[in-house]
């Protein structure tokens, strides 16, 4: 029971952080007032997508900290994982607060880019772990594309 218990747990502690930049204040004025391009999904596509998405993350991690556990999971893994975790929490922050598309283009790139350097980390680790992150391979693929569209559709 404890160690199903501490499972749940380490569970939590992978997915949390993903959640991190909902408590950002989201301004939707801002968004509004962008010129969006003709692909642009409904906002209750973000809504669904994401957190999905972070769920697929959140058990790739704790299969891999599960086979290995944390101090004997490389360290290359480890930067990795936190480099893409910037890049990710980031975005909503210079997006939205800062109100700066290019900045949110380059979030968005920086996270396409890690994301796909974690998945090759993973595979390395686990190959069942790493087909967890195939939707946020993806996901992250189309926000960078939307974001540099919505940069240049914007640009003054």
Known sequence: ?????????LFIICLVPWFVTSLVPFNQE???SLVLPFFTPPNIFYS???PITYLGIAI???QIINLYTW???PKSYKLTLLINY????AFTFVFFTLENTFLGFISCLGTFISCLFLYEETSKLNEKSAKYLDPYVLLSLFA???SLTIYVLNVK
């Open 1 to 9: 029971m404890i160690n199903i218990l501490k499972k749940i747990i």
């Open 71 to 73: 101090e004997k999971v």
């Open 86 to 89: 910037l890049f990710n929490q």
């Open 48 to 50: 669904i997508a994401w």
């Open 60 to 62: 790739s991690v704790f």
């Open 30 to 32: 801002f968004y509004n």
């Open 144 to 146: 960078t594309v939307l």
